[in-house]
């Protein structure tokens, strides 16, 4: 993957799920996606000038592959779409694969010129455009003869196709000329229809979609990206009431025989400075047998189409594939198989719901308006020439487990209010901290109490080094913070600094050493900087209480020494936990309210809206693993499996803090938070800043998954789909 993307990974960084391909170890970008296009010139919507063009296109083993693609002809300065911002800016090459995304109206007159500037040997060139009705004839001149299919265009000479935009959907273009070689070339596009009206339920009322987009979840998490950008070409696919959605992807699924690339560029090269139309100034491409090597979507081989839209790599290859939902929402899959083969795309994690074929939306025959009849499907065939639209979301529905939170109900999720504290110190190991108010009578030694905003502890680092992604670093004096928690890194050489998640800690008699992970490589030694965490901050159990009249003081035992005595901080009594048994986790605490159909959707708002009820608190699995205190489905793998680092394992959790749900690490004797006693077959696999789940979308011909015969690679792309805590962004 490209390093570029690792510094946005920060809190995007996904992972492959075990469910997904356990043995399949891959390293996920923060490349996310949507459905990017032009939507005419700057001047006219609707009218498009665009180019044929050769130049080679880049392939993950290194491979630079002569091609043929349509673009945007040389100062048309044309309007892109969505207008939300991407992270690499919009471009349009003279030459791309798949061509030019052309996003009209229903009902618009379409304009296209294309202007023929392949190579003089290659001949006359066209575009279809199935589905549609043209206006416009052809002049069958010279320079625009009458082909078998439709209209050409000589060598260096111009065609101007028209038509109305009948029907909304998604549609192909490609080359009405020869289209065994020049659609092989590369010669195909998409034409999206947007309807005229899109129904009054898609953006208000109940029915409503996106609503995560709007919601501002930074307020309650702290974490950027909200309310999230909205990439949609319009609210629904089609007129359609049941046609709304919330994100929409494009994948155009076509494959590549190099042998036949090669043939071309030989020819071509061969005949550079021919006449066009004379005797031999033309190519003789042999296009059977048919082999091909390499297995694109939208132009790109897995792992490059996972890289953000437009991202500068790839020049001609500007169209990315790297769906991301949050649970519940509605996704648009817009396909079209643009090569010669049947690709049988397989999406992960649910079914697809039919909308329709090649612009056809597919209706109810006794209740029309009001009732879709589109098939549910495991596989959805990509027949070439033929796109479909289909409908795909992921509530964790029939799981057996709550991809949530999995405390059983009732137990550790009373909690006090928190009470303010007027004087923490240490002496040694034991804390001492008085907080203003009487504390719950029921609040003892043995009781858990969590605090935080009380001071941290800076220490500073005498040295620091990394080995690949793992960076070790050594401070004067001791403290043990727990693995998963969080260490900022300031002053030390750049590239170190940051705040990270503690991986390992080694605390020795006078210093630390600990190591995190960091997405950077080649960072020199240093031995300068200071590294802060969290002090007297976290969950620890009482070992003596004092009330007062006033105030109550209460002390508490904890692994780090070298602590300043503060004044800051609330501390918050567990009431309701038996101690030493259950972790704090708030999330543990959501309720969940069926609708008819029993998922929760009451609250808009909630963390787990659309969690499917029937399953909420119910665990992942009894023993030996997590926390959880009764038998349950799945299995996690052991952690020793996942030997490249922390990316490589999956969460059966949703959600930034998912870890302190799923994956502990070992209790000490003195501070119990985020702990299991149930070691070795704690699963530490993931990182702690995000758990997703991610699915293969793939071919399901396993010679497809391949570039060049290399596995992974080729049709094989991820969605992710992320707690809403998290920003979705599709910009990049
Ligand atoms: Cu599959």
């Not at 109206?105 to 009705?133: D, H, K, M, R, Y």
């Not at 990439?231 to 994948?251: N, V």
């Not at 590239?495 to 020199?524: E, Q």
């Not at 038996?578 to 986790?585: E, I, M, Q, Y």
Request: proline share 8%; charged share 10%; net charge negative.
């Amino acid at each position: 993957m490209r390093p570029m993307n690792m510094k946005n990974a920060k809190h995007k960084i996904q992972l492959l799920v075990a469910p997904v391909m356990a043995a399949t170890l891959l390293l996920m970008p923060a490349a996310f996606a949507a459905a990017p296009g032009i939507s005419g010139t700057s001047s006219t919507a609707g009218t498009f000038h665009l180019t044929a063009q050769d130049s080679y296109l880049n392939q993950p083993d290194g491979e630079a592959v002569y091609s043929w693609g349509y673009g945007c002809a040389s100062g048309s300065s044309p309007t892109f779409v969505p207008a939300a911002a991407f992270a690499f800016p919009p471009t349009c090459n003279t030459m791309q694969v798949p061509g030019p995304t052309m996003v009209v109206t229903e009902g618009a007159t379409v304009t296209i010129q294309l202007t023929n500037n392949l190579p003089t040997a290659v001949g006359n060139t066209s575009i279809l455009f199935p589905g549609f009705q043209l206006t416009s004839t052809c002049p069958n001149s010279t320079a625009n003869p009458q082909g078998l299919l439709t209209c050409e265009a000589a060598p260096n000479q111009t065609v101007t196709y028209t038509f109305v935009a009948s029907a909304p959907g998604t549609h192909a273009y490609y080359s009405g000329t020869q289209g065994d070689l020049q659609i092989e070339m590369g010669l195909y596009g998409a034409i999206i229809v947007l309807p005229a009206t899109p129904p009054a339920n898609c953006a208000n009322g109940t029915t409503k979609t996106n609503l995560y987009g709007q919601l501002d979840y930074g307020t309650s998490t702290g974490i950027s990206g909200f309310p999230e950008q909205d990439f949609r070409l319009s609210t629904a696919a089609y007129d359609h009431p049941k046609s709304c959605y919330d994100r929409e992807y494009l994948f155009q699924w076509a494959e590549m025989d190099t042998r036949i690339h090669r043939q071309a560029l030989a020819q071509v090269q061969a005949k550079v400075g021919c006449t066009a139309g004379a005797n031999g100034c033309s190519l003789d491409v042999q296009t059977e047998p048919y082999h091909p090597a390499y297995f694109l979507i939208n132009g790109r081989s897995m792992p490059d189409v996972m890289d953000p839209n437009y991202a500068s790599e790839y020049p001609h290859q500007p169209y990315n594939g790297n769906p991301h939902i949050h649970p519940g929402e509605q996704l648009l899959i817009r396909t079209i198989g643009q090569g010669r083969w049947q690709h049988p795309f397989h999406e992960h994690a649910n079914h697809v719901r039919i909308l329709a074929r090649d612009g056809n939306l597919i209706l109810s025959p006794t209740n029309p308006s009001t009732n879709l009849a589109g098939t549910l499907m495991f596989n959805t065939d990509t027949t070439p020439g033929e796109s479909f639209d289909g409908i795909f979301y992921f509530s964790g529905r029939g799981l057996n487990w709550d991809p949530y939170g999995h405390h059983p109900p009732g137990t550790n999720n009373t909690l006090s209010a928190p009470f303010t504290i007027t004087s923490i110190r240490e002496t040694g190991n034991t804390v001492t901290a008085t907080v203003s108010g009487v504390l719950p009578s029921v609040f003892a030694p043995n009781s858990e109490v969590t605090i935080v905003g009380a001071p941290k502890a800076t220490f500073t680092i005498t040295a620091i080094s990394e080995s690949v992604n793992t960076v070790t670093a050594t401070v004067s004096g001791v403290f043990s913070s727990l693995p998963g928690s969080s260490v900022t890194i300031a002053g030390a050489p750049t590239g170190y600094n940051g705040t990270f998640a503690v991986a390992s800690v080694t605390p020795g008699t006078t210093t630390t050493t600990f190591t995190y992970f960091d997405t950077t490589t080649g960072l020199s030694p240093g031995t300068a900087g200071t590294a802060t965490t969290a002090g007297y901050n976290g969950t620890f159990v009482a070992t003596s209480v004092t009330p007062g009249t006033t105030t109550t003081t209460f002390t508490y035992t904890d692994a780090t020494t070298g602590l300043a005595a503060g004044t800051s901080g609330t501390a918050t009594v567990n009431l309701g936990a038996t101690p030493g048994v259950f972790p704090t986790d708030s999330l543990a605490s959501l309720s969940c309210t069926p609708d008819a159909n029993g998922y929760n959707t009451g609250n808009t708002s909630a963390l787990n809206y659309y969690e499917w009820c029937q399953d909420h608190n119910k665990p992942v699995q009894v023993a030996p693993f997590g926390d959880v205190a009764s038998g349950g489905p799945a299995t996690l793998p052991d952690p020793n499996v996942f030997t490249n680092g922390p990316w490589y394992g999956g969460s059966p959790y949703l959600g930034p803090d998912a870890s302190l749900r799923g994956t502990m690490p070992t209790c000490d004797t003195t501070s119990k938070a985020t702990c299991t006693t149930l070691l070795p077959s704690n699963t530490q696999a993931n990182p702690s800043n995000e758990r997703g789940w991610a699915f293969m979308w793939h071919s399901h011909n396993e010679r497809e998954i391949t570039t060049n015969n290399v596995f992974p690679g080729g049709m094989l792309m991820m969605l992710l789909v992320d707690s809403r805590e998290f920003a979705i962004d599709e910009s990049l």
